[in-house]
């Protein structure tokens, strides 16, 4: 009170008993006019509310002259005897007195808003900032609790919170607090620092706070988080929807209050861009999100076509490559929203609530795939130059995501393309097997890999089932891939041995990896190469580092053969083991690639097993449920499954003649086989039949190793094999007009469908096949 000039006594019953100079020179009354009188007839109008229980507020006295003065009262109640307050000492200074200090002027003129609350979180001053925020006079607050002045909620009681924590220990706080204030209309993040206020003993007699705008800087920041959210949260697959679907999730509700993703129709597809720019704008809606449930704002629908004009302004930020703004009463702005009411009017209630959009090209490595738009409805503040900035380096990663996304699908268009090229399209012109067959390619961002089958008809009624694997994932693996697929063909003409072939094979893939530059992965392939022969009823195979075929005999369950896998292809130097294993008719051999057991190897070829040994009325119905079982729902690598259900042929189908070597012969074994023909009802091919046994059982008897063996055998076409224990191989050759010999083979070609040799475990055979008569 020791610079309190104004001051007065008032009693427990509210009668002034006490008047100081002071007193008299701010009101006019002298102390023999007031003393005696109540206080209450002093004041011009009433207190306000809250002011008589604090002890402080703003009062409105009547002067002596009529006017009314307003000042700040604080009474100190002097307590009596019995402990109870008996009178109170009430100071008064003029509210509307100027600071006679420097100090006083600077805390007033501050630009940053200041106040001060006693202990009790009572307003004691406020500076002219702080009175503009709050849209009130100080006198309105002076005296009041905080809380008494606002709309409560959490912001409010966060910053009760911390003027009792100040006032409690006696230590400043800084925190920054985000809220609106009611002149601004809008939501304002403060940087608020608190002290305490002691007087000349050291009690704390108040806090001061001072709050500055760090509005520019939370949503400098916040924008950053958003473009580190984007560098996370965007392009997680290679997938274009669900890269826009990403955008529209980081966009709403923090950016926008709906935002949309549109790409041009050619993104879609596996087209390259256009040449020429097209008159008007077809885009196709990829995804679109929305802070109300349902996005009643979109009037297009995710996948349908919007086609916009040039003068829109999704075209001219395609056009311009830079962000574009369209406001509330702005021409573009109103076209926009004329079109979408016309489009879907239901949307009517959301979409006039608009009032600021911003459109941005989706643009990657110099090509422009779309545009992203955003607008706001319940967000007050208008999109303005440093959205610009950040929505323009989001979209930017957005596109690059996007444009990854477009790659991948066309390069695995491309290659599904070719591998579906190089495997096999139809599997007839064999009879020895029943076959279904699976082919699903990895759902990977690696790429679509080399796994391969292939089931070749070989001589004999015999059957050649191949699998494989190239190691890696794209057009590199596809290219390996139909290279070793068309060597397994060739080879598999010549009729190899299956340890054999996959030794070719091996040189080849080794010789492939050295011509290869340095920049190229290692080749690598596995392979799993089985012979059939219905008529021996028996099974040849080898591995080359690929996983054992599962083997179902009729009426027993699924077991892996035992063998051994071998090394891979492209190793070299090492040898291959092949097995051999007689199968009665109906056996089931199951070929896959390692894609199908990329699990626990153990427990899914256990999976495998159970699924084999499952009934199935066809093997295509077997095959799906062997993938249904086993499959994983996403594979990181590509799956194939071969299914073969053997045959046999019967005794009845197949003739066989030990020939002596003796050329007299040659007549005798041509009327046996004649005869088996009739026996057969095939004489229509009699002719050929014996003139073709004549040759090849007399180049065998004179050119060959006794013993010699002539066998026939009616399938699906009629089979003629002559064998002998040499191991010289035929070919083909040009007689001279006045040679004795050298046309027999070549009028064995000339009269067959097709013929060749192979080697056997003791010389050769040769071999000629002709269809057989229709009927």
Not at 59 to 70: I, M, S, Y
Not at 136 to 142: D, H, P, R, Y
Not at 283 to 303: D, F, I, K, Y
Not at 443 to 455: L, N, T
């Amino acid at each position: 009170m020791e610079q309190a000039s104004v001051a007065a006594i008032v009693d427990a019953h509210g009668v002034v008993t006490g008047w100081s100079e002071g007193a008299r020179r701010l009101t006019g009354h002298p102390a023999e006019e007031t003393v005696g009188r109540p206080a209450r007839e002093l004041l011009a109008q009433p207190p306000p509310p809250g002011a008589l229980a604090a002890l402080a507020g703003t009062a409105a006295l009547r002067h002596r002259d009529g006017t009314t003065v307003v000042t700040a009262l604080r009474a100190c109640p002097v307590l009596g005897a019995d402990g109870r307050p008996d009178r109170y000492v009430v100071t008064a200074e003029p509210a509307d007195r100027p600071e006679p200090t420097l100090a006083g002027r600077a805390f007033q003129q501050a630009s940053m808003p200041m106040s001060v609350f006693d202990t009790r979180q009572r307003y004691l001053r406020l500076n002219e900032a702080a009175c503009r925020g709050r849209g009130v006079i100080e006198a309105a607050l002076l005296g009041r609790p905080f809380l008494e002045t606002v709309a409560y909620g959490e912001a409010d009681q966060g910053f009760v919170e911390h003027l009792r924590q100040v006032a409690e220990t006696g230590r400043p706080v800084r925190y920054e607090s985000f809220t609106g204030i009611p002149t601004l209309h809008r939501e304002h993040a403060w940087s608020v620092e608190m002290w305490p206020v002691r007087d000349a003993s050291g009690e704390l007699t108040g806090v001061a706070l001072a709050a500055q705008d760090s509005s520019e800087q939370y949503w400098a920041r916040r924008r950053l988080a958003l473009l580190n959210e984007a560098a996370a949260g965007i392009g997680t697959t290679l997938d274009m929807a669900r890269t826009a679907e990403e955008v529209v999730e980081l966009l709403v509700p923090q950016f926008a209050d709906f935002a949309t993703v549109d790409l041009l129709e050619w993104v879609l597809g596996a087209d390259e861009p256009p040449a020429a720019p097209a008159r008007e704008i077809a885009l196709r809606r990829v995804a679109h999100g929305s802070r109300t449930e349902g996005t009643p704002e979109a009037a297009v629908r995710v996948g349908e076509r919007d086609v916009r004009p040039t003068s829109s302004a999704a075209a001219r930020a395609m056009r311009e490559g830079r962000a574009v703004f369209s406001h509330a009463g702005e021409p573009e702005f109103i076209d926009w929203l004329a079109d979408r009411e016309a489009r879907r009017p239901a949307g009517h209630v959301y979409r006039s609530r608009a009032h600021s959009m911003i459109t941005v090209p989706l643009r990657a490595r110099g090509t422009t795939l779309g545009v992203m738009v955003a607008v706001r409805i319940t967000q007050p503040d208008a999109y303005a130059a440093d959205d610009a900035v950040f929505v323009e380096e989001l979209a930017s990663r957005a596109a690059v995501c996007v444009d990854n996304a477009r790659r991948f699908a066309r390069e695995r268009t491309i290659a599904l393309a070719l591998q579906h090229s190089l495997l096999p399209r139809g599997l007839s012109g064999q009879a020895a097997v029943e076959v279904a067959h699976r082919y699903l390619p990895c759902a990977s961002p690696a790429g679509i890999g080399g796994d391969w089958f292939d089931v070749i008809p070989l001589s004999g009624s015999r059957v050649a089932l191949v699998v494989g694997d190239v190691v890696g994932h794209g057009i590199q693996a596809q290219a390996t891939m139909g290279r070793l697929r068309t060597a397994v063909r060739t080879l598999a003409d010549v009729d190899l041995p299956p340890d054999e072939l996959l030794t070719h094979l091996d040189d080849l893939v080794t010789h492939l990896a050295g011509d290869h530059d340095d920049d190229v992965p290692e080749l690598g392939a596995t392979c799993l190469y089985a012979v059939y022969d219905p008529v021996a009823r028996r099974l040849s195979l080898a591995a080359a580092g690929h996983p054992a075929p599962v083997l179902v005999l009729p009426g027993a369950a699924a077991e892996p053969v035992t063998m051994s896998p071998g090394p891979p292809l492209g190793v070299g130097g090492l040898p291959f083991e092949a097995i051999e294993l007689e199968l009665p008719e109906g056996s089931l051999v199951a070929l896959y690639t390692d894609g199908l057991l990329e699990r626990d190897m153990d427990r899914t070829t256990a999976e495998l097993c159970r699924a084999l040994s499952a009934p199935a009325d066809s093997l295509e119905e077997l095959a799906d449920g062997v993938l249904k079982a086993v499959l994983p729902e996403e594979s990181g690598d590509d799956v194939v499954l071969l299914l073969a259900r053997t045959r046999a042929l019967g005794a009845d189908q197949v003739a066989t003649w030990e020939i002596t070597p003796d050329p007299a012969r040659v007549a005798a074994t041509r009327q046996a086989a004649a005869e088996q023909l009739a026996a057969w009802g095939l004489e229509e091919t009699a002719f050929v039949t014996e003139l073709v046994v004549s040759e090849l059982v007399t180049n065998a008897i004179r050119y060959g190793d006794p013993p010699v063996q002539l066998r026939l055998i009616r399938d699906r076409t009629l089979i003629c094999e002559v064998s002998d224990s040499s191991s010289t191989s035929p070919h083909l050759r040009r007689a001279h007009a006045y040679d004795e010999g050298g046309r027999g083979l070549l009028l064995v070609a000339q009269l067959t469908q097709r013929w060749g040799s192979r080697p056997s475990g003791r010389g050769k055979t040769i071999w000629c096949e002709q269809p057989l008569p229709p009927g």
